[in-house]
Each structure stands twice: as structure tokens, then as C-alpha cells.
């Protein structure tokens, strides 16, 4: 079955006709089931969650206040809504959620009050620094020693999965994307991602859009951690990570 278990409705509007460009496009690659979600910075109830990251940096600061946030409810009728349709595929709805050891009560909280199909657990900041940003080389890799950060990623990423907030894990090795490679063998940590993430439960994805969106020669998840996680038996879910219809399926066909 080919699965995009990772798509985002960030660059338009939370309507239906939005919503149908990227069902349409899935259909068109033959995709049979999607999952379609935002991130929490969309959305004014995680809106303190994001405070952290506007003290860290004038330019986070900048960056996350041009955003314009909307109450989680217009999700929730988009969702509601798209649910009526008798379609062709199956569509799943959930969050990304930015996550910080720190806002586990705040989290939960928030979650509790809604009912999605899936919620993706991803680390996008380290102790407040975001590494995936153009202003990330200045802030955080030019700052912090590459190994620590490695480090700290994959020990945030231990919380998180032990959490248990979440059904699915985002882009589990996207820190590769700048090609900051890190001295230590990263095969013992992903030994215990693996461990964890069977004990737990959760699909640890494999994400194509390292790849497209910023040249990384691996198509998804680099191959030692992934084969580590199915030596475990964890959960694989396929997904683009795709923020504009074009990209929808991308490269699944090949990592599936």
C-alpha cells in the first residue's frame, strides 16, 4: 500500500477546496491512504508553547510572530467537514506538534481536548534554538558543538516517545539535513530509539523530504537507523512531508 503518512495544509487556507487539492493530488500518484496536519505554531492554543524560542532569538522571534494563528476549532470544522465526503482514498487527520521536554503538561493538556486520528511528535528546536531555520547556522551550528546537539536531539527524542502523547515520530534523522555530521557512532542511540519506540508503540517515520527539500542524497531515514528500527519490529509510516500539493507522495514509491 503506498501511504503518505505526513502532509501539511501550512501555505493556504484551513478549507475544504484547500484541503481537496492535496486529496486530488495523492489520488493522481496513486497514493491509498494519506494523513493531513499543521503544525502546532499555527494554532493560538499552542501559541505559549512557541515563547521559548522568541526569547532564544530576535530572528525566531521574527519569524514565529509573522505568523498568522488560528483557533484550533476551524481545524476541527475543516476536519469534521472533510469527513462528510464519501472519497476515494482514506484520509486521516492529526497535528505536528514542536516538541519541548519542558510543555509535556501543556501538551497533554491541549490534546486532551480534541480528538485526532494521529499526532506527530517532531523535535524542530534544541533547548530553544531551531536547527532546520537559514539562521540556524548562526544561532545554533556555529554555536554549540555538533556532538552535543546530536546528542541532545536524540535525548529529547527519548522523552518524547516515552511520553506517550504521540502515535507517530517525525523525520527522525533530520538533523543530516545541513550535512553537520557528528564524531560518535550513532548506532548504540539508535539501538535505544528503536527499543523505545517498540515498547511504546509508535511509527517512526520515513521521510522523504530531507531529500527533495534540501538535496540529501538519502531518499529517506539513513539506512542504519532504519534497519535498526525493523530489526526491532517498530512501526515504518512512509511520508513526504509535503507543504504544497506538488509534493504529495514524493518519493514514497521508492522507500516503500
Same mark, same amino acid.
Given at each position: 500500500?503506498?501511504?503518505?503518512?505526513?502532509?501539511?495544509?501550512?501555505?493556504? =487556507?484551513?478549507?475544504?477546496?484547500?484541503?481537496?487539492?492535496?486529496?486530488?493530488?495523492? &489520488?493522481?500518484?496513486?497514493?491509498?491512504?494519506?494523513?493531513?496536519?499543521?503544525?502546532?505554531?499555527?494554532?493560538?492554543?499552542?501559541?505559549?508553547?512557541?515563547?521559548?524560542?522568541?526569547?532564544?532569538?530576535?530572528?525566531?522571534?521574527? %519569524?514565529?510572530?509573522?505568523?498568522?494563528?488560528? =483557533?484550533?476549532?476551524?481545524?476541527?470544522?475543516?476536519?469534521?467537514?472533510?469527513?462528510?465526503?464519501?472519497?476515494?482514498?482514506?484520509?486521516? %487527520?492529526?497535528?505536528?506538534?514542536?516538541?519541548?521536554?519542558?510543555?509535556?503538561?501543556?501538551?497533554?493538556?491541549?490534546?486532551?481536548?480534541?480528538?485526532?486520528?494521529?499526532?506527530?511528535?517532531?523535535?524542530?528546536?534544541?533547548?530553544?534554538?531551531?536547527?532546520?531555520?537559514?539562521?540556524?547556522?548562526?544561532?545554533? %551550528?556555529?554555536?554549540?558543538?555538533?556532538?552535543? &546537539?546530536?546528542?541532545?536531539?536524540?535525548?529529547?527524542?527519548?522523552?518524547?516517545?516515552?511520553?506517550?502523547?504521540?502515535?507517530?515520530?517525525?523525520?527522525?534523522?533530520?538533523?543530516?539535513?545541513?550535512?553537520?555530521?557528528?564524531?560518535?557512532?550513532?548506532? =548504540?542511540?539508535?539501538?535505544?530509539?528503536?527499543?523505545?519506540?517498540?515498547?511504546?508503540?509508535?511509527?517512526?517515520?520515513?521521510?522523504?523530504?530531507?531529500?527533495?527539500?534540501?538535496?540529501?542524497?538519502?531518499?529517506?531515514?539513513?539506512?542504519?537507523?532504519?534497519?535498526?528500527?525493523?530489526?526491532?519490529?517498530?512501526?515504518?509510516?512512509?511520508?513526504?512531508?509535503?507543504?504544497?500539493?506538488?509534493?504529495?507522495?514524493?518519493?514514497?514509491?521508492?522507500?516503500?
Amino acid at each position: 500500500m503506498l501511504r503518505d503518512g505526513h502532509i501539511h495544509l501550512e501555505n493556504g =487556507p484551513l478549507s475544504v477546496d484547500y484541503a481537496m487539492r492535496f486529496v486530488e493530488a495523492a &489520488i493522481n500518484v496513486n497514493m491509498q491512504e494519506i494523513q493531513i496536519l499543521d503544525h502546532t505554531h499555527r494554532f493560538l492554543e499552542f501559541a505559549p508553547m512557541y515563547e521559548r524560542l522568541k526569547l532564544a532569538s530576535p530572528k525566531q522571534r521574527e %519569524w514565529l510572530e509573522k505568523k498568522k494563528l488560528e =483557533p484550533l476549532s476551524t481545524f476541527d470544522q475543516l476536519i469534521h467537514d472533510m469527513k462528510q465526503k464519501n472519497l476515494p482514498i482514506t484520509v486521516r %487527520w492529526g497535528l505536528e506538534v514542536c516538541y519541548d521536554p519542558t510543555q509535556k503538561a501543556f501538551i497533554k493538556n491541549v490534546l486532551s481536548q480534541h480528538n485526532y486520528d494521529f499526532v506527530i511528535g517532531s523535535i524542530h528546536s534544541i533547548d530553544g534554538k531551531l536547527y532546520d531555520m537559514p539562521f540556524s547556522k548562526q544561532i545554533l %551550528w556555529d554555536v554549540e558543538d555538533v556532538d552535543h &546537539i546530536y546528542k541532545r536531539y536524540y535525548e529529547i527524542m527519548e522523552d518524547m516517545i516515552a511520553s506517550d502523547l504521540f502515535t507517530q515520530i517525525g523525520h527522525p534523522d533530520q538533523l543530516k539535513l545541513f550535512h553537520n555530521e557528528p564524531m560518535y557512532d550513532l548506532t =548504540p542511540t539508535y539501538h535505544r530509539i528503536a527499543k523505545l519506540a517498540k515498547e511504546h508503540d509508535v511509527y517512526m517515520e520515513n521521510n522523504t523530504g530531507i531529500h527533495y527539500r534540501y538535496g540529501h542524497e538519502d531518499v529517506g531515514t539513513n539506512p542504519l537507523f532504519l534497519n535498526i528500527l525493523k530489526q526491532y519490529g517498530v512501526k515504518i509510516m512512509t511520508a513526504s512531508d509535503a507543504h504544497v500539493s506538488e509534493h504529495v507522495g514524493q518519493c514514497i514509491a521508492q522507500i516503500s
